[in-house]
């Protein structure tokens, strides 16, 4: 397309999404809910076609060289699939949020003031890799009774336009619009460039990716912004704790999948239980090939574990996200310690603290500034679909309208609603 014809694709999209919105907000809880378990159906009736499309994306992708994390991400098996369709029946059979009023108060004046949830309109979702994101984004604009326009990674383009003719056949067989999810049809760059500059179609952009594409649209959109940048996560392992739980939990968080932004990059050990702890976990690391950039304290226990990979850490270390088999490694004093550098160094996605002492809890819960705060647990949960969200359009590091993994809810607004009964004002 040239950019005369790109121009006119982008506002045919935001013109058809927008008439599409207008249905969407007025469709009942029982066709949304329908369309949803209708997709479930059609991903599982679908799951070998599916595979033959993904498996083109995978061989451009592995012919080009893309590292083996980043092909991991394209996969779509049928595990991948079985959860976007478990994930469709999950939001399907929760209440509906869509018209409800909450906070309704009668005022001096005779008047009663409340506030309705309601959908948003039209979002706009960038996103790389991942075609399960297709379906992650259509069916929480379904059950949120939104409009969606997706453009998803070149990388992915013959996956995910095999997943959006399923959701448009989803959506047409429950008697909703068709264009209530677009899918970009064309890899071209500028479709990016038009669609977060269309305040009078799109409502809300939502970048998923790379640091760069978040950066970017950041930077030139004209519409507001749900994002998060990086996935520096952090296992805290506090003095005292349950040792063997805690290897196992700060395992899990690194090693369960290297690719995701809520796999765990930094390891602080608190000095009480380190001698203990740390060849524990450097064992662990050392037999998966996990390389651990360590401070000398951390070094000096370490290096009597046979195989440990150790390089000393440099300061940009504690803000790396890695995607990758490597940690960093950090010794502290105890739990302020822990929180003072949690708070400087993290990308505020998700932190966690592995402890026996309820206070210790309590105060890390409280004044660790992120948008997921865990006690005892993996940050790995840190996902739409293991929070009960059904799914999720993404994470959110901002601290306005969304937090956290971002679910029907954030694809949502408030309204004020009053009801009177002839009161004028004085």
Request: aromatic share 4%; with cysteine; charged share 20%.
């Amino acid at each position: 397309m040239n950019a005369l014809n790109i121009s006119e694709y982008t506002q045919t999209l935001g013109l058809q999404a927008k008439a599409a919105a207008c249905h969407m907000a007025a469709a009942s809880t029982a066709s949304r809910n329908k369309a949803l378990r209708r997709l479930a159906t059609l991903l599982r009736d679908n799951t070998e076609a599916l595979q033959l499309d993904n498996a083109k994306d995978l061989e451009r992708a592995v012919a080009a060289g893309l590292s083996a994390p980043m092909v991991d991400r394209l996969k779509l098996s049928p595990k991948v699939l079985e959860t976007c369709a478990q994930g469709c029946e999950q939001l399907a059979a929760m209440a509906d949020v869509i018209g409800e009023i909450i906070g309704m108060k009668q005022q001096p004046s005779g008047i009663r003031v409340g506030q309705m949830r309601v959908p948003i309109g039209v979002f706009g979702m960038i996103f790389e890799s991942r075609p399960n994101v297709t379906i992650e984004a259509a069916s929480l604009s379904i059950k949120s009774g939104n409009a969606c326009i997706l453009r998803g990674g070149s990388e992915a383009i013959d996956s995910n336009k095999a997943l959006a003719r399923l959701v448009q056949q989803a959506l047409s067989d429950s008697g909703l619009p068709a264009d209530a999810v677009q899918l970009v049809q064309t890899t071209d760059r500028e479709v990016v460039g038009q669609l977060i500059t269309m305040p009078q179609y799109v409502d809300v952009i939502i970048p998923r990716g790379g640091k760069g594409l978040i950066e970017r649209i950041s930077r030139d959109a004209k519409v507001p912004v749900i994002k998060h940048l990086d996935g520096n996560c952090h296992v805290y392992v506090d003095d005292p704790c349950d040792i063997a739980m805690a290897v196992k939990v700060a395992d899990n968080a690194k090693t369960n999948k290297y690719s995701p932004c809520n796999a765990a990059e930094g390891l602080l050990v608190a000095r009480g239980v380190a001698a203990e702890f740390l060849p524990l976990i450097g064992r662990v690391y050392a037999d998966k090939g996990v390389e651990m950039r360590v401070c000398p304290e951390g070094r000096a226990i370490l290096q009597a574990v046979p195989g440990a990979q150790l390089t000393d850490a440099s300061e940009q270390d504690w803000s790396e996200e890695y995607l990758a088999p490597i940690i960093s490694v950090k010794v502290v004093s105890g739990l302020d310690e822990a929180i003072a550098h949690i708070n400087r160094y993290s990308s505020h996605h998700t932190d966690a603290i592995l402890t026996r002492d309820h206070m210790h809890a309590q105060r890390f819960l409280r004044e660790v500034d992120s948008a997921s705060v865990m006690v005892n647990t993996s940050t790995r949960f840190a996902d739409g679909f293991e929070y009960g969200l059904g799914a999720e359009i993404g994470i959110s590091t901002d601290k306005f309208h969304a937090r956290g993994p971002v679910g029907i809810e954030g694809l949502t607004s408030l309204k004020y609603v009053v009801l009177g009964d002839g009161e004028v004002r004085q």
